[in-house]
């Protein structure tokens, strides 16, 4: 099975930062990539979906890039409801939505300075 | 709007039987395959189970694979997950999130509140 690894697994920014979150899947999976935002609590939020397409509803300042097996989600400018854990997904398309699992990264934890 | 709500958590022992229940409102469930996500205190996502639109085709993890059950009832717009043979490491909240094929590539675009389930004797 493909393995989801996200870095950091934690760090520490301030309003206003630029923050960047990475994903590497285990091998290729194109651009079946999607990116989730949950706050405690909370069901977890749809941001980024095949890699790089921005959900409706989500702020600009979050974008997603990458191919194959290295991803980023990048936030410009963080604002204070960001604060939150990201999870980057590997997401399955026919034929394979039923054949593999949809593997979730282990999450980064954004937490202010 | 879309609504997901979970329910049927609760605590129950190891090696019972639970199942859990996702009531959709605000769309047609049968347009739409359907997915289970779980969360064990303090830690992070784990998918656990996807079916189709028809219920015609499933997958689990294997970490709930011959244990857990995925099913729907399109007539009653309702998404269930049956658990047998609970394990400790079963303990979580349980959610259900719809898979849309319609985006470019498929993503889990609404979810549940979650619903818990421990398992402790």
């Known amino acids: 099975d493909i393995q989801m690894t996200q870095s950091p697994s934690s760090l520490s920014v301030s309003v206003g930062d630029r923050v960047t979150i990475t994903c590497r899947a285990s091998q290729s999976i194109s651009t079946y990539l999607n990116w989730y935002q949950q706050k405690p609590g909370k069901a977890p939020k749809l941001l980024i979906y095949a890699a790089s397409s921005l959900q409706s509803g989500v702020p600009s300042r979050f974008s997603g890039s990458g191919f194959g097996t290295d991803f980023t989600l990048t936030i410009t400018g963080l604002q204070p409801e960001d604060f939150a854990t990201y999870y980057c997904q590997r997401s399955s398309g026919s034929p394979h939505t039923y054949s593999s699992p949809h593997t979730f990264g282990q999450g980064t934890n954004v937490e202010i300075k | 709007q879309v609504q997901l709500v979970e329910s049927g958590g609760g605590v129950v022992q190891p090696g019972r039987s639970l199942r859990l229940s996702c009531a959709a409102s605000?769309?047609?469930?049968?347009?739409?395959?359907m997915n289970w996500v779980r969360q064990a205190p303090g830690k992070g996502l784990e998918w656990v189970a996807v079916i189709s639109y028809d219920g015609s085709n499933k997958y689990y993890a294997d970490s709930v694979k011959g244990r857990f059950t995925i099913s729907r009832d399109n007539s009653k717009n309702t998404l269930y997950l049956h658990m047998n043979s609970l394990r400790h490491e079963d303990t979580a909240v349980y959610y259900c999130a719809r898979l849309n094929q319609g985006l470019l590539l498929p993503a889990l675009d609404y979810w549940g509140q979650g619903t818990l389930v421990t398992v402790s004797s």
């Open positions: 605000g769309i047609t469930l049968s347009n739409y395959a």
